[in-house]
């Protein structure tokens, strides 16, 4: 229902997680694509949640639990893991027997009464449920290590049967389902993970469906809508902005089918008309998203009724763009910042998603995309006062709807030729500021822009999240080795450096023209000019990094998770690093000074990354105690500069949650970095000039990217698309670097260079489960095909390396003529 202009639901349903939220977090794989499509990806916790893993070794498979007020878990569970980590697994089955018998009626109970997961805020409602279902799993789990297959099957096949809707809550960013966990773990005892494997190969290998072509009943009258002959803007650059309509017949013959208020079109084309008697519009429209079937998702879409206007319209202009049907999307994405710019949406978790300001953001990437349409947005922004929490109760939208504007299809061209602008700085130019006073400077210019400057040369931060783990390795049974000292043929040479070769035509095998080439020398001939550490602690090998910096010219990124995932606070997972608690901020802050005691002299370090977005509060309190974590920070970044003043310090952030505490806390602190997965349109102006309103810093990406696979895609079109969703976030950042568009960006880091296979617990293969809804590809995330660099079948690993198109498409990018 809609309440006081905001998007609300009824008691007891699920809460739409949309497109694109500019804050929260990820959507869990439990839901159904019609309950969550995509939400912005504030994912990046999943990403390097790796140090954790680290320091907590685990000794079996079991995808790992998570605990904290939110998320509880029966003391009789945790025993039971705690005793599957000390490989005792006797004692494992103890203590999960008796909260089987001890739970069990209970949690029969309250599996009969569901019929499908219940949302986030039941979730304590069926704690019973979990317990015992994630109880016969760690059963399975620990007979499988004692070779007791068929008591394995046996308990695996009771969460299948009787605990279907049992889950719980995993660390990297999701609610893990009992009963597909279980079922998995039945195919391999059963000796068809094999035959899992190819199937999912076989369908890899099927060419994906042409969508459905959309042509549309009615185009509507006008390509450009003149607002201002059918209604009247009032109070534009206000809280109190409104378009009030004077002639709804008149505007809605011009905008056309689909589009506010035009609700007559749709329903009397005669092509949705043919899909009602076909009835391929049943169903809930949620299900519609990701469909192939691009016209019936269109229509149902364009017809709903039962969903807020904003994000009907959303969705309609999503899928007309997916269509093709662009100048009709951009009339679409337009309408909603006319109508409805404060419209809301909400994620899984309670996030508010501001649909208006993602319409601004689409229209800028379609127009720059697309230089051949003509067309730009002039003017338009949505500020939302006090919108980077998720209380909704107190935000305020400052709008003004700009225009759109014809422009000459070459002129439009020229614009979207995008490149890094940096100007000459001399001591007679005029600058606003300087940050620093070392190797490494940042300088604000007289237009506000931001540059950033090496050695007195201005520098583009193109980077690489560097992580690159052997095939069988995992954090969860302990083998995740420190791959700057890996030496797998003891050669002394570095086996990721040196030793890898490029398997061109992907058979797997190292034939006469694949010689060795080493990530250095690849990374070199990508364009890149550095490669993030997310942990100092994670790397030993210091002669390595010099050797990379004077041979191929990378500079290092260097972190300190700065107690995320509990890394440095010295508490433990399950208490959570407490940014209050005096004795871990001083193992915190140790943690620091020795990194940059150790590296601040390396001509390698380009500049200091402090957390990675600890604002999720995972395993830690920030989200919970913003003030005492972003306090801390600034506490952090004045330490720093002590200790080092040649190079800037940053934040990686996840998106722009908090982003005013930060603001009004951090002042030491010279970069906001930020986590953001927003789809391939890139972050759009609303990321950039929050960034700059709220703090006047530069900006950089910390970590963004996408998946190379697509469940029943081809791996050809899933690595396009990934090409594609990479292109489009670099394009982003261009256009906002210095000399263009908001002129903040100062770069950023690509997630990530190779595929990391141990991300969804079986390290020996290369999983396609998906992990959670988000803007990729086909709508969900798969972690361990965020590579743009692939390890082939896995057999060659450390050494082999098939190139996705992904590489090749910032090979072109960033080795251009700037």
Sequence with gaps: ?????????????????????????????????????????????????????????????FPPLFADQSHPINELVTAARQAMDQQNFDQAVQYTQQCVEKYQAQALLEQSSLKNFPPTDEWQKYQALNDVGTSYFIQGEAYMKQGKREAAAVAFQAVVEQYSYSQWWDPRGWYVKAAEESQYKLERLQGDSALFLDEMAEKRALSPKEPTRLALFDYGKEAIVDYQKYGEFKNIGTADYQYQIRDPKGLAEAVGEGIFPNSKSVLEDPEYQRLEEQKRLEGNHW????????SAAFYKWASVKNEDRGVKLFYTAHLLEKAGLLEHAIKAYYAIIAHFPGAIGWTYWNTPWYVGAAAIDKITYLCR??????????????????GFDADVTNDQFVTDPGRLVKVDPEEAAR???????????????????????????????????????????PFLIKSVAYTPSKVGQSPDNGTLEDWSLADENKNGLNDAAYESWVDKNRNGIQDSDEPAVGDFQLLKELGANSIRIYHHGLVSNKELFRQMYEKYGLYVVMGDFLGAYTVGSG????????????????????????????????????????????????????????EAYYQFVNEAAKRIKELDPDHPVAICNGDVLYLDHFAKLCPEIDIYGANAYRGK??????????????SDKPAMITEYG???????????????????????????????????????????????????????????????????????????????????VGQGNGFKSPFARELREAYFEYQRMWTEKE
Excluded at 35 to 58: H, K, N, Q, W, Y
Excluded at 369 to 386: D, F, K, Q, T
Excluded at 575 to 591: A, F, I, L, P, W
Excluded at 608 to 614: H, P, S, V
Aim: net charge neutral; hydrophobic share 35%; charged share 25%.
């Design 706 to 788: 996408a998946p190379a696979f697509a469940k029943g895609k081809s791996a050809e079109w899933a690595e396009k698309m990934q090409a594609e969703y990479h292109r489009g976030c670099w394009q982003d950042i261009l256009a906002n670097s210095t000399g263009n568009g908001v002129g903040n960006a100062l770069g950023g880091v690509v997630f990530e260079w190779l595929d990391e296979w141990w991300k969804s617990y079986e390290p020996n293969e290369h999983d396609t489960k998906q992990n959670y809804t988000g803007p990729f590809p086909d709508g969900w995330m798969y972690e361990e095909w965020l590579g743009i």
């Design 287 to 294: 299900d519609f998203i990701n469909s192939d079937d691009i």
């Design 415 to 457: 614009r979207a030729k995008l490149a890094y602008s940096p100007q000459a700085i001399s001591e007679e130019s005029k600058v606003l500021q300087v940050r620093g006073n070392g190797k490494v400077r940042l300088v604000q210019l007289s237009n506000h822009h931001w540059q950033m400057m090496v050695e007195g040369k």
């Design 571 to 626: 508490a433990s997972w399950y208490e959570g690093t407490d940014y209050s608690n005096e004795v871990q901020r001083q193992k915190m802050m140790q943690s620091v000074e020795k990194m940059v005691q150790e590296y601040k002299d390396e001509p390698y370090i380009l500049l200091w990354m402090l957390g990675n977005e600890n604002n999720y509060g995972v395993a830690n309190n920030a989200k919970k105690n913003p």
């Design 369 to 386: 995309s697309h230089p051949e349409l003509g067309l730009a947005l002039e003017e338009a922004s949505i500020r939302v006062i006090n």
């Design 1 to 61: 229902m809609i309440k006081d202009g905001k998007w609300k639901v009824e008691s007891g349903k699920w809460k739409r997680c949309v497109h694109l939220s500019l804050r929260g977090a990820k959507p869990r794989s439990n839901l159904k694509k019609r309950d969550c499509f995509v939400s912005l990806a504030m994912t990046g916790f999943v990403t390097l949640i790796l140090c954790f893993l680290f320091l907590r070794p685990f000794t079996f498979d």
């Design 681 to 694: 349109h890139g972050f759009g102006p609303n990321l950039w000039s929050s960034v700059q309103y709220e």
